[in-house]
């Protein structure tokens, strides 16, 4: 966790910002404060996903957003070009990080090229996973995994699946 000017450096409406955070370099968290669900907070410019509603934002320079959450949800955005692993069946914080691990690939732009490290149960690196874009395909490798990963790539408010058996795949979008 650290504060959100420490990834949007250049952005001095990130510098006063108390109530959000960076959940690594991928995540923005903006907790809910009050019984009414309400919450305003700041979106540095790029393309955000909503990971647990699907919602899309394309921010240009800089947004505040004014929005009303559920008890079960609130804003964790997924910032473009992130790739995030998650285990839906997960029941606690420890468990086998490197077994069948979802993969999400977040507005994953023409050209990008990214890397993100896997770890085991005790935080220790266990291998990686990277994506590349060229126009629509999108070539995914992973060291370190086992079994098949379920792959999702979130795209201009879609979602494709896509399985990953073994190290290395091709994905035509």
Do not use: C
């Not at 964790?76 to 995030?84: H, P, Q, T, Y």
Request: hydrophobic share 30%; no cysteine.
């Amino acid at each position: 966790m650290r504060p959100v000017f420490m990834e949007y450096t250049k952005d001095r409406n990130t510098y006063f910002l108390e109530r959000e955070y960076m959940f690594g370099p991928s995540l923005l968290v903006a907790p809910i404060f009050n019984a009414e669900g309400t919450v305003k907070y700041y979106l540095p410019e790029g393309k955000w996903t909503n990971i647990l509603n699907e919602q899309t934002y394309d921010i240009k320079n800089g947004a505040w957003l004014d929005e009303t959450y559920d008890n079960l949800t609130l804003p964790v955005l997924a910032r473009e070009n992130s790739i995030i692993l998650r285990n839906p069946n997960a029941e606690h914080a420890e468990y086998d990080y490197t077994d069948s691990p979802d993969i999400h690939l977040y507005e994953f732009a023409d050209g990008a090229s990214e890397t993100t490290r896997v770890v085991d149960e005790k935080g220790k690196p266990a291998g990686h996973v990277t994506a590349e874009r060229s126009g629509n395909t999108i070539t995914l490798s992973a060291d370190g995994l086992k079994g098949s990963s379920k792959v999702y790539v979130h795209a201009d408010g879609k979602v494709s699946e896509f399985t990953l058996d073994g190290g290395s795949t091709t994905l035509s979008l």
